[in-house]
């Protein structure tokens, strides 16, 4: 071992440059994934902090009912050290100058909510930078200002309680899209809820017990204290339970950035490998001098390795050291563009895992490195060049490093499914990029004997050197694919989550529209020029039979909650709507929508559109036959197209839509949403519906779509810098790979500079050999990439229109200049050093 | 003589078909449980122990409705012919804090309709829960007796009789009754319905 050591420890004198430029290439590289993971871990925390926020607490036990103290006593006795605080809230009707109107009350114990809390119109957030609620105060939604005419400071009373407006709230950071409120907040201390003297028997009010913990509970943990609720109608809620959808959209996203991690990792191993690989003929060499002296096949397996281990580890440790260093200068050159709320931290377990995986990825691609080497022939004790051509990389050695890469795809994208087909994709990719590269030469073969002068040399070297040519085409090749694949989904994520016009989203969704009304709001919103984006009609009904099977099943007591649940779910009223215009941003993915109107006359079958998770849910398929009640009349309807709704479009829509001419006579009631106001109109706007039709209810949704898109957009920034992070990875193997790739050129170097070749000439020679390779990588790997952004965007995340960015050519135009301007840089360099072009024998 | 043609009144009494058209809110459709176990379908069960032979009854609960819906859709149930309509709507009203004078308006509306049709109407009253104040509570529960003295209908005096803020006769969101709750509902609109046969 001793001896192994040792060796090792001599190659990396003898080539002490080299030596330098590889840990520099891996600390590079890995310095992405560095701040990469990172990235990834800030954003986890900012995610959980955001459904904290929205929470209030690590679990709340709540019910409209008596929660009975044995059974909360049950439940805490199951709980580690907490900090508990109890609510209250009902609706009510509160008074104020302009008339009445109903408002929800929550009375809250002085330190609740534990995260999160309220952005006061003051600046202020309370509870935890404000001063606490005194009793005969209230905190009031900023909508009750202008339905209510209430001021800050005024009187006003609910029930027999009078309270004085302290502030109203801006912004709710416990307010979700999922879960919105019919009515307007206020908020007073639950000390002073008894004053209202509105808590009587037969009250509807929800209590709740909210509790905090140093460390949120396990999966299992809840489990368990599931099971000590007997009574109906209690609910336990925690962070994970809450399907927010802020969250869900951010750990969407948090996906991503772990693909994209990946990939910056992948762009590593591909400089690092060629690096390893044009070391392998000089070592071919030495192990076969190692064994001509009778060294033992182990120790010059464990020479070789330590080596690799001494690149990897150097690269690693000074990975750390940069990514120490840097962190405070990438938080502050990061942080100004994602906004005041997302917080770019240093976690210890990044180093951790970046030492896992460096140490890891390096061992499992030293195989197929050191493999043939060990297979060594005397014979190349006397001849290097018979030795580099018989260095051959056998495909089986790459079998632990595809599972370490493999197993990395799954970890980093939290999918199996989208880990496997990263690496099938890679994979494709690697053979197709292989495959061109060798069609190229086939073409440079026939090129070179009709080209003159440079571009003549320089295919030959091309076709010459097939190998080399070959693995930095495709390295690069699959480099420049990686480099579009990423802007390409980020863009797909921007269109899947926002659409193509973030400007076009609503401000209102108004609900409860009756029939006679949707003239006379269509009118009114032309009068004072509101415009309405859509009136959708819907329909009350039943669900009797699914292929003549009936569908209802009543609820037995012996149902667990969960089934309980279905089956309500099952019995549960479903909205119809009607319509010949497939909603827009929905795709259809079976069958074909409505082509003509139906007719009751002559056709039995309506034809009706389901929506794809819920046809999967009620385990309805293309063909199958579904009959209705609307009201007590039966309407018969065949599926005859399954339908991908867009849900994140912020714009109402249905899981079941029928052919026109079905559900005209039916009686319905309208749903309809506003075209986007400024926030004078939205004031203007619920001033004058509130007066002319008192019973539509509005649901101001651009408070809680700004939020959602803000954080979209916060999120996009976070990618657009991880996606510049990825592209600098790409660019330094690009250029490491030019730079290996001078190296092994420079015995031809010398000889042609031998030969009387000016120094111009020789760099005019190697900028056109880089040049050509990387505009054939660009090709190939562009289509490739294009290919790849195709099946991750369309296929995977299920988008309709193809995401089209800038990105596509801009990054072909930089990577030729580029290649041709790294390879000027190296050889100008290299020519500066004396021993350059001595080393021609 | 005269006792004949009583019991012979009565026989046909029995034997008519009659049909019951119930319009409210989840409420009326028995939210959260089967339509049968709902108050229109525990009612007609009384009826037929009662001996009446054929009894239709159209449950035209829908939930989340309110009374600004109730015209179109008396309008959907006319050619059904009903021989009694009993009007359940108003709670989701209430609950959302509508005025009442809307409240009141959309329901004479309703009664109107079906004055011209010719069929009895039963009006149930609803109570709002204490949390929604005394003024609100005392002019929503007016609407319902002012409109059955100025149309001479029937009224129950208040549909969730014994159930409203009793948790046994309730599901768990302490809204909605469950079978046993809909049980003592159907006899309160039972006593008011039957002497309409």
Known sequence: ?841 | MMRFLLILFLVQALCADSKILFIGDSLTEGYGLDPEKAYPAVVKELLLNEGYKSVTIINGGVSGSTTSSGLSRLKWFQRSKPDIVVIALGANDGLRGIPVQKTEANLKKMIQELVSWDTKVVLCGMKMPPNYGMEYRNQFAEIFPTLATEFEIDLVPFLLKGVGGVPDLNLSDGIHPNEKGYRVIAKTVYSVIYKLL
């Open chain 1, 1 to 841: 071992m001793r001896l192994s050591f040792l060796y090792a420890c001599r190659l990396i004198k003898q080539s002490r440059k080299l030596y330098f430029i590889a840990i520099l290439n891996i600390a590079l590289g890995l310095l992405g994934l560095f701040v990469l993971q990172n990235f990834k871990f800030s954003i986890q925390d900012s995610v959980q902090s955001r459904v904290l926020s929205l929470m209030g607490s690590h679990l709340s036990v709540s019910s409209r009912s008596i929660i009975p103290e044995d059974e909360l006593s049950a439940v805490e006795a199951l709980l580690p050290e907490f900090d508990k605080r109890f609510s209250q809230s009902f609706y009510t009707m509160m008074q104020g100058p302009k008339g009445l109107r109903l408002v929800q009350v929550i009375a809250q114990e002085e330190g609740y909510p534990f995260f999160g809390g309220l952005e006061l119109r003051s600046g202020v957030l309370y509870p935890s930078n404000a001063r606490l609620l005194k009793q005969e105060e209230a905190l009031l939604s900023p909508e009750l200002q202008i339905q209510l005419g209430v001021q800050v400071g005024d009187e006003f009373e609910i029930g027999e309680g009078v309270y004085k407006v302290r502030d109203f709230i801006e912004k709710d950071l416990g307010q979700s899209f999922s879960a919105f409120s019919l009515a307007p907040k206020v908020y007073i201390t639950v000390q002073n809820i008894e004053a209202t003297e509105l808590i009587q028997t037969g009250s509807i009010v929800s209590k709740s017990y909210h509790y905090k913990f140093s460390q949120e509970l396990s999966t299992s943990k809840i489990k368990q204290l599931q099971k000590k609720i007997l009574s109906p109608g209690i609910r336990l809620s925690t962070p994970d339970r809450n399907g927010d959808q802020i969250s869900r959209l951010l750990n969407y996203l948090n996906d991503f950035l772990g693909l994209s991690s990946l990939m910056a990792f992948t762009l590593v191993c591909i400089g690092l490998h060629y690096y390893y690989k044009s070391q392998a003929d000089r070592w071919y060499s030495e192990a076969a001098l190692l064994k001509y002296l009778g060294i033992k096949k182990s120790q010059i397996f464990f020479a070789f390795f330590f080596f690799m281990a001494l690149v990897g580890g150097g690269g690693t440790l000074l990975t750390m050291l940069l990514g120490m260093l840097l962190s405070p200068f990438i938080q502050i050159l990061i942080v100004p563009y994602l906004g005041a709320d997302f917080q770019l931290n240093f976690y210890w377990k990044t180093p951790l895992i970046v030492v896992f995986i460096a140490v890891i990825g390096n061992v499992s691609l030293s195989i197929p490195v050191i493999y043939p080497i060990l297979k060594s022939r005397t014979a190349a004790v006397f001849n290097a060049k018979i030795a580099s051509s018989r260095v051959k990389m056998l495909s089986f050695c790459y079998i632990p490093f595809t599972a370490f890469m493999f197993a990395m795809a799954v970890g980093l994208s939290n999918s199996f499914l989208l880990g496997a087909l990263f690496i099938g994709l890679v994979i494709g990719v690697l053979i197709i990029t292989t495959l061109s590269a060798i069609l190229f030469l086939y073409l440079g073969a026939f090129i070179s004997n009709r080209a003159g002068g440079s571009a003549k040399l320089s295919m030959r070297y091309l076709t010459h050197y097939k190998a080399s040519t070959i693995t930095m085409v495709s390295s690069l090749a699959l480099s420049v694919g990686l480099m579009i694949l990423i802007p390409g989904i980020q863009k797909s994520i921007e269109l899947e989550i926002m659409g193509e016009d973030v400007s076009n989203r609503s401000s209102f969704f108004l609900f409860d529209i009756q029939e006679e009304e949707v003239q006379a709001l269509e009118d009114f919103c032309e009068l004072h020029s509101f415009g309405l984006a859509t009136v959708l009609p819907m329909v009350r009904s039943r669900i009797l039979k699914i292929n003549s099977n009936d569908f209802n099943r009543s609820i037995n007591s012996g149902f667990t909650r969960e089934e309980e649940f279905r089956q309500r779910f099952r019995n549960r009223v479903v909205n119809l709507s009607y319509g010949s215009q497939i909603p827009e941003g929905d795709k259809v993915t079976e069958g074909k929508w409505f082509e003509d109107r139906y007719n009751w006359e002559t056709e039995e079958w309506a034809e009706i559109s389901i929506e794809t998770r819920y046809a999967k849910r009620l385990g309805i398929e293309l063909g199958d036959r579904v009959e209705f009640e609307v009201l007590g009349m039966p309407v018969k309807a065949e599926v005859t197209s399954i339908r991908q709704v867009n849900w994140t479009r912020f714009n109402p829509n249905f899981f079941l839509i029928l052919q026109p001419g079905t559900l005209e006579m039916a009686p319905k009631t309208w749903l309809a949403s506003s075209s986007h106001f400024s926030e004078k109109e939205q004031i203007r706007f619920q001033e004058l519906l509130f007066e002319r039709f008192p019973t539509i209810s509005v649901v101001n949704v651009d408070q809680i779509a700004e939020r959602v898109f803000g954080i979209i957009q916060q999120m996009s920034s976070a990618l657009i810098g991880m996606s510049v992070m990825s592209l600098l990875v790409a660019f330094i193997v690009l250029g490491t790979l030019i730079y290996q790739k001078v190296l092994m050129r420079r015995n031809d170097l010398g000889l042609l500079k031998i030969l009387g070749m000016t120094e111009k000439r020789v760099t005019l020679l190697i900028v056109m050999e880089c040049i050509a390779i990387a505009f054939l990588s660009c090709i190939v790997g562009g289509i490739s990439g294009l290919g790849l952004v195709s099946i991750f965007s369309i296929q995977l995340l299920s988008n309709s229109i193809f995401p089209i960015t800038s990105a596509y050519w801009i990054i072909p135009s930089i990577v030729v200049p580029f290649s041709g301007w790294i390879a000027y840089f190296v050889i100008k360099k290299l020519q500066h050093h004396k021993d350059f072009y001595r080393q021609v024998f």
